[in-house]
């Protein structure tokens, strides 16, 4: 294992530590909420939930949390404007945990943000995410917004390996004007979180874990990833035995722990006990590792 010379920031969000030198801190890890073909999904247009059963999968993350030390955040995956504000009253008023707005229309993630504002949730909340995609009109209306938190996504469809994702933060990387991580901080994000994007496993994926170890050398931010994608779509797994599939998936997790991944994206938050003894074992082993440095 390693120890990062420079200076490693840690963000506070909801009460919960992103960032750090590996072995001297728990990773967090952030479990998908309402994602398609979740079936706590009652109606996807007005956000209508099982709350029961959601009420179920957050007790089980919170105990899972509990009982390993790591720290846990819940990603809220939304499709218009009115689920996603009813899916943050909901699980806001369930846990205290950090909450990611994510959804693939930039409307639906600024509606989101404007909500968890307005409602006193700016502290907890975290935009998911800025990237090359993001349209001017989208990172002004963020910043009037007021939020603090979001995830940077270092995805540059012109270079999928280390540089590309680099050079995307660091200055635009022939994607944008300026670096994704210095339009950000301009438009009031104070507490980025990078995410070196793994989108599938053709899509190098394998370079996000040597990225990890690039950024927080370079800037010292909480940097992390959802290698839980490249699960998702490496064929030999695709249409085999599940356990096979949920095997190989925990690996996901504990790979870039290894790697210096202060979070990961480990997928239904359904998954949080398998996940949550895996981060542990990987967390307690890297700290065995660096306890002399």
């Given at each position: 294992m390693f120890r990062f010379q420079n200076e490693q920031h840690v963000f506070s969000i909801g009460g919960v530590s992103f960032g750090g030198q590996p072995g001297k801190r728990r990773s967090v890890l952030v479990g998908s909420l309402f994602y398609p073909r979740h079936s706590a999904v009652i109606d996807r247009v007005r956000g209508k939930v099982d709350v029961e059963k959601v009420t179920s999968i957050v007790a089980e993350i919170e105990s899972a949390a509990e009982a390993t030390g790591t720290p846990a955040a819940l990603m809220l995956y939304a499709e218009t404007p009115e689920s996603i504000a009813s899916y943050l009253d909901k699980v806001s008023e369930m846990t205290d945990l950090p909450l990611f707005i994510d959804s693939p229309s930039p409307d639906v993630r600024l509606s989101g943000a404007r909500r968890a504002v307005e409602n006193g949730l700016g502290e907890r909340a975290v935009y998911n995410s800025l990237s090359a995609g993001s349209s001017p009109d989208e990172i002004r209306q963020l910043g009037e917004i007021g939020l603090k938190a979001a995830v940077l996504l270092a995805f540059n469809p012109?270079?999928?390996?280390?540089?590309?994702?680099?050079?995307?933060?660091?200055?635009?990387?022939?994607?944008?004007?300026?670096?994704?991580?210095?339009?950000?901080?301009?438009?009031?994000?104070?507490?980025?979180?990078?995410?070196?994007?793994?989108?599938?496993?053709?899509q190098n994926?394998?370079?996000?874990?040597?990225?990890?170890?690039?950024?927080?050398?370079?800037?010292?931010?909480?940097?992390?990833?959802?290698?839980?994608?490249?699960?998702?779509?490496?064929?030999?797994?695709?249409?085999?035995?599940p356990r096979l599939f949920r095997y190989v998936d925990v690996s996901s997790i504990v790979i870039p722990l290894m790697a210096g991944a202060d979070f990961v994206m480990y997928g239904p938050a359904e998954y949080a006990r398998r996940a949550f003894h895996a981060a542990a074992f990987a967390d307690e082993l890297i700290a065995q590792a660096v306890s002399d440095l």
């Open positions: 012109r270079d999928l390996g280390v540089k590309g994702k680099i050079y995307l933060l660091d200055d635009g990387g022939g994607m944008m004007d300026e670096g994704l991580l210095a339009l950000a901080r301009k438009n009031g994000i104070e507490k980025p979180l990078i995410d070196l994007a793994v989108m599938s496993m053709d994926a394998g370079s996000a874990l040597r990225a990890l170890v690039v950024s927080k050398a370079k800037w010292g931010l909480p940097s992390g990833c959802a290698l839980h994608n490249a699960v998702e779509s490496w064929s030999p797994l695709l249409k085999k035995d």
